[in-house]
């Protein structure tokens, strides 16, 4: 296991979104343009994430700072597998003395704490749905949710697995489609299979990503503006196939 590293961020430095995993409410076109124009706050404060990069499960904290008041608070958490320490959370300052921080859990959702000064007294707290313009802003411009470039995206991937008592191959892979907005792959592992389908951008790009490390697992991702979505999680578990979309 890693060290646990820190990251402050202070007044002037960093601004960045949480992604949510909660249910976004549909909005009017005036919300959705108060989305469009949301801009991070100039902090007054500073928060800080501490976490074992490549822990499963582990501790995530919280240390947050503002208008003269301080809270710490420690939350267990999936945290996603493989994916770089700076992928890991974004946070994004609505307010002076107010911060969201979005968590990328290991299904690739979302958990997200809400640091904020509230009546003199500084809090942290677990939140469900963050306000619309704070995920829109963190999915549309801040990429909580993207992974690096660094995995290559290929259209199958092939991989003999125990699991359990079952010894099989893993098999993913992308098959033919007719339209440009649209992907569809295959999956397969000890005779168990399932083959999905989903709307992708006609100009996106899509392909399947892997590690070396958790063999058991692989990634449907859309890759647009050289950045990779996940799209649908293949894993093996327990001797079981497993398939969960993420978007």
Same mark, same amino acid.
């Given at each position: 296991m890693k060290s646990i590293w820190s990251v402050i961020i202070p007044a002037t430095i960093l601004m960045y979104a949480c992604g949510g995993n909660g249910t976004k409410a549909g909005g009017d076109q005036q919300g959705s343009d108060t989305s469009a124009a949301f801009q991070p706050a100039t902090p007054s @404060? #500073?928060?800080?994430?501490?976490?074992?990069?490549?822990?499963? #499960?582990? *501790?995530? =904290?919280?240390?947050?700072?503002?208008?003269?008041?301080? =809270?710490?608070? #420690?939350?267990? !958490?999936?945290l996603a597998r493989d994916v770089a320490e700076q992928d890991l959370y974004r946070a994004v300052w609505d307010k002076?003395?107010?911060? %969201?921080?979005?968590? !990328?859990?290991?299904?690739?959702? #979302? *958990?997200?704490?809400?640091? =904020? +000064?509230?009546?003199?007294t500084a809090k942290i707290n677990q939140v469900g749905t963050p306000p619309e313009a704070i995920w829109h802003y963190a999915e549309e411009k801040a &990429? !909580? @949710? /993207?992974? =690096? !470039?660094?995995m290559k995206a290929v259209d199958s991937y092939e991989q003999q697995l125990q699991s359990g008592t079952i010894i099989a191959d893993l098999i993913v892979k992308k098959l033919p489609v007719s339209t440009p907005d649209s992907v569809?792959? %295959?999956?397969?592992y000890g005779?168990?299979?399932? $083959?999905? @389908?989903? +709307? +992708?951008?006609?100009?996106? $790009? /899509? &392909?399947?990503v892997h590690s070396a490390s958790h063999p058991e697992q692989a990634f449907l991702v859309q890759i647009m503006n050289k950045k990779y979505t996940n799209l649908v999680e293949i894993k093996v578990e327990n001797g079981h196939l497993k398939i969960n979309t993420l978007r």
């Open positions: @404060g #500073t928060v800080a994430v501490a976490f074992p990069a490549d822990a499963d #499960t582990t *501790r995530i =904290s919280i240390h947050f700072e503002a208008d003269g008041q301080s =809270s710490d608070k #420690t939350f267990e !958490l999936p002076p003395n107010s911060v %969201y921080i979005g968590v !990328l859990k290991s299904d690739h959702s #979302t *958990r997200y704490y809400h640091a =904020s +000064v509230d009546n003199g &990429g !909580l @949710g /993207t992974i =690096s !470039l660094d569809k792959i %295959y999956a397969e005779g168990a299979n399932k $083959t999905i @389908g989903m +709307v +992708v951008p006609a100009e996106a $790009t /899509t &392909g399947i």
